[in-house]
């Protein structure tokens, strides 16, 4: 079994144990809220502007930054057997947004109100954190079934699945009066440049800040064009508290499918980003300890998606991109985690804050929503590109990226089917995902020469 490498072989400040004084955890802490913030907020975000969920959308942003906050004490503290123990940051997930949506407009197509629609999500959402709960008593043996090559396709088709809804937000946003105008094309691209631009500086702090640098630049440009509304500011309401089941509970059987086939997949990418924070904090990647933490984070991640959909907000998640701070920064310790958390619940308590996110007009969070969810597909690809790809392997993703694509484009092709059955095949990540995971069983192994 590996052994926890020292300081010194590590380049660690402070190692997962250590108990740095308030002055340096702080300062860790609000690094690591820096490069999670948009990502905990921008789902929230994108769901309420497409599914126009109006006047809740701030108080979203703000249960989903308390929630985050939650978790992530959870998270890194390790209650139990319930996570990792390791400084492991949650925030809301992109990986669900497709099947959330799907399960939005069905509801919305049926003359559900916002309200509806939100009690919708959030009782799927609750009844499929239970797939990830169960998993996580044996995540270390789906090897079988869930492949590098199922992951990377079905992490591929969320990206390329998303990328419709980023684009039509850079465009101006769905039913916008001036959609595809070049002010909002502009905009879209300002974002883009500025990302691209700090994202290959030398100084490691301004490549982790890129995406909210794009947001503020691109936010101050739309201003001095007279793009953003501060009138609507002034309607938030300063503080909320948290209120369990805000929009009541619902739950549909073939809207449910999707969600929890997503669950599958989050759990998967949960081991692969605590075992690369193990990596970086310079702890074992074998044997019972590191075990114990991949179940006990899984599991985390589970119960942790649980509280989100009983306070109001979406799927959680392990944050890859805290592992890079983690790094950048030689801090590991796990009560940093303790700080970050109480600044996410403080964040959380505040709806004006989801408010000035609101006032981010749709060309400017596209600009940057389209960078995030193309990024996701790439890193789909980067896991696929890990496999030697033979005859087997090209036919899998074949037929899994021609059908998910496929009914991505075309979503009428499933629309004479029984409509459990529609809403399950309309979603291409389910799809594509099963899709793979049937082909993986069926398909025989090529035998080697």
């Known amino acids: 079994m590996s052994e926890p490498a020292s300081s010194a072989s590590t380049g660690m400040v402070y190692k997962l144990t250590d108990k740095p004084s308030p002055g340096p955890a702080v300062l860790a802490a609000f690094q690591h809220v820096l490069a999670s913030i948009v990502g905990i907020v921008t789902p929230s975000l994108v769901i309420g502007g497409v599914l126009g969920l109006g006047e809740?959308?701030?108080?979203?942003?703000?249960?989903?930054?308390?929630?985050?906050?939650?978790a992530t004490f959870i998270q890194s503290r390790r209650i139990g057997p319930v996570g990792s123990g390791l400084l492991s940051v949650q925030g809301t997930s992109f990986a669900f947004l497709g099947a959330i949506l799907a399960a939005g407009f069905g509801v919305k197509a049926e003359g559900g109100t916002p309200e509806d629609i939100l009690a919708m999500i959030f009782g799927v959402c609750l009844v499929g954190c239970l797939v990830e709960v169960i998993l996580s008593q044996f995540i270390t043996k789906l090897d079988r079934i869930i492949t590098p090559t199922v992951t990377g396709i079905v992490i591929t088709i969320i990206g390329l699945s998303l990328v419709k809804v980023g684009f039509t937000d850079f465009a101006g946003g769905?039913?916008?009066e001036d959609l595809g105008s070049p002010v909002n094309l502009a905009l879209g691209a300002i974002v883009v440049v500025v990302i691209l631009a700090f994202t290959f500086q030398k100084n490691p702090m301004l490549r982790i800040a890129a995406i909210m640098l794009g947001l503020v630049a691109g936010f101050i440009v739309a201003a001095?064009?007279?793009?953003?509304?501060?009138?609507?500011?002034?309607?938030?309401?300063?503080?909320?508290?948290?209120?369990?089941?805000?929009?009541?509970?619902?739950?549909?059987?073939?809207?449910?499918?999707?969600?929890?086939?997503?669950?599958?997949?989050?759990?998967?990418?949960?081991?692969?980003?605590?075992?690369?924070?193990?990596?970086?904090?310079?702890?074992?990647?074998?044997?019972?300890?590191?075990l114990r933490r991949i179940k006990g984070g899984v599991l985390a991640d589970g119960i942790n998606s649980g509280l989100a959909a009983?306070?109001?907000?979406?799927?959680?998640?392990?944050?890859?991109?805290?592992?890079?701070?983690?790094?950048?920064?030689?801090?590991?310790?796990?009560?940093?985690?303790?700080y970050i958390a109480a600044i996410l619940v403080i964040l959380g308590f505040f709806p004006i804050i989801g408010g000035v996110?609101?006032?981010i007009p749709k060309p400017v969070l596209g600009g940057a929503t389209l960078v995030l969810f193309g990024t996701i597909a790439v890193a789909g690809i980067r896991i696929l590109a890990t496999q030697e790809i033979?005859?087997?392997?090209?036919?899998i993703m074949a037929i899994s990226f021609g059908l998910g694509l496929g009914v991505t484009l075309v979503p009428d092709a499933v629309?004479?089917?029984?409509?459990?059955?529609?809403?399950?095949f309309a979603t291409p990540i389910t799809l594509s995902g099963l899709s793979a995971i049937i082909l993986s069983l069926v398909l025989p192994e090529e035998k080697s020469a």
């Open 310 to 338: 009983i306070f109001n907000t979406f799927p959680n998640t392990t944050f890859s991109q805290n592992n890079g701070v983690i790094q950048l920064t030689g801090v590991a310790s796990r009560h940093v985690g303790l």
């Open 56 to 70: 809740h959308v701030p108080y979203l942003i703000s249960m989903s930054l308390f929630v985050s906050g939650v």
């Open 174 to 176: 769905v039913g916008a």
């Open 224 to 290: 001095a064009l007279g793009k953003v509304n501060f009138s609507s500011l002034g309607t938030q309401p300063i503080f909320a508290l948290p209120i369990p089941f805000k929009y009541g509970f619902s739950f549909d059987l073939g809207l449910f499918l999707p969600i929890a086939f997503i669950y599958l997949i989050t759990a998967i990418e949960t081991t692969g980003d605590l075992t690369a924070n193990s990596v970086v904090s310079g702890e074992p990647v074998e044997g019972e300890v590191y």
């Open 357 to 359: 996110f609101t006032l």
């Open 390 to 395: 033979d005859k087997r392997k090209v036919y």
């Open 415 to 424: 629309k004479g089917l029984p409509t459990v059955v529609q809403q399950v």
